[in-house]
Structures are given as C-alpha cells and as structure tokens.
C-alpha cells in the first residue's frame, strides 16, 4: 500500500522558517514526480514545488528563492525547507506524488502551516 506521510508544519513568525518532511513508499519513491501542494479553505489545490525522478526541480513564482525542495533516497523522503514565511503562505500543505506522463497519483493527509504574528 502507497503511503505519503508528512510532518513538520505549524506555526512561525513572519520572516520565519518551518521544515516539512514527507516519507514516501520506497515503491515509489524513485519512479514518481514528488512534491507539495497547499491549501486555503475555499480555494483550489496549487502547486508549490515539485521533483522530478531525473532531479529537476521547480517552483511556483510566488515561493521561488524562499522555499527549497529536497530528497534522500536513503530515507525515502522528501523535504521542503520554508524560509522568510509570509503570512501569505498560510495554508494546509499536502505531499504529492504523480506517475510520469499520467494523471495516477497519490497524497499525504495535509500539514497546517500557519504564518502569524
């Protein structure tokens, strides 16, 4: 069974740092497109960043030379570093992993990241 399993969120200051951790089934792991996504109630489900299986990596506009995506295949997890949070960044962060060139995927059950002072 596929799991994604996510931790780290929670509160921080603006201009703060958060570190959230997402462990991936190691069937997986090596073959699919890793990443988050965030959400604010009422609003869709965007992108924030994302991992290809070939290493590249990208960014939504809005997170791009704050937030730093990252994998360990030794411990089949990926890690996405928050810095210089604004409350903007307000938001349930889901981990996601996608089969390459299709629509199966799968996700973790969401991590709240709040961003207050």
């Known amino acids: 069974q596929v799991q994604l399993v996510e931790s780290g969120g929670g509160l921080a200051q603006p201009g703060g740092s958060l570190r959230l951790s997402c462990e991936v089934s190691r069937s997986i792991f090596n073959d699919y497109t890793l990443g988050w996504y965030r959400q604010v109630q009422g609003k869709q489900r965007d992108l924030v960043a994302r991992?290809?299986?070939?290493?590249?990596?990208d960014y939504a506009d809005s997170v791009a030379g704050r937030f730093f995506l990252s994998r360990d295949s030794a411990k089949n997890t990926i890690y996405l570093q928050m810095d210089g949070l604004e409350p903007g960044d307000t938001a349930v962060y889901y981990c996601?992993?996608?089969?390459?060139?299709?629509?199966?995927?799968?996700w973790g059950q969401g991590t709240q990241v709040t961003v207050s002072s």
């Open positions: 991992i290809f299986n070939n290493g590249r990596s």
């Open positions: 996601h992993a996608r089969r390459p060139f299709s629509d199966y995927d799968y």
